[in-house]
């Protein structure tokens, strides 16, 4: 295996952290037990991770190391032939076979190293978890009632610009398992729900979501026509979420009837292009979900320097699903929020707690 460097004692026992805790929270918060078993493996293992440390500045070492694998296992051939391909039901069409997965798993890694390692270097987490818009769809509506308005939709880190299809999708919020609120088109052919948690109540749907403007930024756009780019969003699914591949098919092929303005870049610098093509009657609405971590700190700050100075012109809403930004390594659920931007001031709202897959929304009381 090539690399960049040995992890020197501290290094190595970050990341040995930062998978004991992927291991203990985020994977079984997420309904993905290999993971978990994964994870806890590799935190125990120096070879393992020296190849994970191979990422990108900012981006999760075992959300990178994990699509790096089930790339190549979705890729076929020789790769499916590895015993590890039973324990991903994507792969194998059957259930997991009952017996220790991380064996196999670092043999997989080991063998194929270097090929990991080229993954890993090259890419980033660009999810596009469409499920998120059952987030966005109540802060969506939230500003069109305020500004009595269609809306203006920019995307930061737009990733394939699924989301920005937020209105053509068709949605169930529930809450202790029943139905309490229905949205969207009965025809649409990707469907999304999510469980309404606590006492807060989730805020009125617009019954219908005018949109006059789709645009999204991000440094290295996903075009789903690529077969190779698609096979990397699905990598980035976790291994039990089998229905979110055909979702994912789904929202893809949705995508290309109804195209989006997608661009290329660094979002600090073309975001004030982005607005100025926005209708200066629309509301205009940045957004972001799981992304502004991945921009430094100085980068953010220009983000909504810019927003500020567009304020004094005309009113502007962010609507952010993120991490906090001072440790992106720590396990965290991300915060919904809207911050409001008139006459160069802001002010921000947390609206809610949700699951960083939109799975659960646990609204402010």
């Known amino acids: 295996m090539s690399s960049r460097n040995l992890l020197d004692a501290p290094t190595a026992a970050r990341y040995r952290d930062v998978f004991h805790r992927f291991a203990r929270v985020e994977a079984p918060d997420l309904a993905s037990p290999l993971y978990a078993e994964l994870s806890y493996g590799i935190s125990l293992d120096r070879e393992l991770l020296e190849i994970a440390a191979q990422k990108r500045r900012r981006q999760?070492?075992?959300?990178?190391?994990?699509?790096?694998?089930?790339?190549?296992?979705?890729?076929?051939?020789?790769?499916?032939?590895?015993?590890?391909?039973?324990?991903?039901?994507?792969?194998?069409?059957?259930?997991?076979?009952?017996?220790?997965?991380?064996?196999?798993?670092?043999?997989?890694?080991?063998?194929?190293?270097?090929?990991?390692?080229?993954?890993?270097?090259?890419?980033?987490?660009?999810?596009?978890?469409?499920?998120?818009?059952?987030?966005?769809?109540?802060?969506?509506?939230?500003?069109?009632?305020?500004?009595?308005?269609?809306?203006?939709?920019?995307?930061?880190?737009?990733?394939?610009?699924?989301?920005?299809?937020?209105?053509?999708?068709?949605?169930?919020?529930?809450?202790?398992?029943?139905?309490?609120?229905?949205?969207?088109?009965?025809?649409?052919?990707?469907?999304?729900?999510?469980?309404?948690?606590?006492?807060?109540?989730?805020?009125?749907?617009?019954?219908?979501?005018?949109?006059?403007?789709?645009?999204?930024?991000?440094?290295?756009?996903?075009?789903?026509?690529?077969?190779?780019?698609?096979?990397?969003?699905?990598a980035l699914i976790w291994p039990e979420h089998v229905e979110r591949h055909q979702r994912l098919i789904d929202a893809a092929a949705e995508l290309r009837r109804s195209p989006v303005d997608l661009r290329g870049g660094d979002a600090v610098e073309l975001l004030p292009e982005v607005i100025a093509d926005a209708p200066p009657e629309a509301a205009l609405t940045v957004y972001a979900t799981v992304a502004l971590y991945q921009i430094p700190a100085e980068g953010r700050e220009r983000i909504f320097r810019t927003l500020a100075q567009t304020s004094r012109d005309r009113?502007?809403?962010?609507?952010?699903?993120?991490?906090?930004?001072?440790?992106?390594?720590?396990?965290?659920?991300?915060?919904?929020?809207?911050?409001?931007?008139?006459?160069?001031?802001?002010?921000?709202?947390?609206?809610a707690k949700s699951s960083p897959h939109g799975w659960w929304i646990e609204w402010a009381a």
């Not at 929020?337 to 921000?348: L, V, W």
């Open 60 to 234: 999760p070492a075992p959300n990178m190391l994990f699509a790096s694998v089930q790339y190549l296992l979705l890729s076929g051939g020789r790769y499916r032939e590895h015993p590890l391909a039973a324990h991903y039901p994507i792969v194998s069409g059957e259930d997991r076979p009952m017996e220790p997965a991380f064996p196999a798993f670092r043999d997989f890694c080991l063998s194929h190293a270097d090929e990991i390692v080229e993954l890993v270097r090259a890419h980033r987490t660009q999810t596009n978890v469409v499920r998120r818009c059952t987030c966005l769809l109540p802060a969506f509506s939230i500003v069109q009632r305020e500004s009595e308005r269609p809306l203006a939709l920019i995307d930061v880190g737009a990733s394939a610009g699924l989301n920005l299809n937020v209105d053509r999708y068709r949605y169930r919020y529930l809450r202790g398992g029943r139905e309490e609120t229905v949205w969207g088109r009965p025809e649409a052919t990707v469907a999304l729900e999510a469980e309404l948690l606590g006492r807060g109540a989730m805020p009125e749907l617009s019954d219908e979501l005018a949109i006059e403007f789709r645009g999204g930024i991000d440094v290295n756009p996903i075009d789903l026509r690529n077969e190779d780019e698609l096979l990397w969003l699905r």
């Open 315 to 351: 009113p502007v809403w962010l609507v952010t699903l993120e991490l906090r930004m001072e440790d992106v390594e720590e396990v965290q659920m991300p915060s919904l929020s809207i911050t409001r931007f008139a006459n160069g001031a802001a002010e921000r709202q947390v609206l």
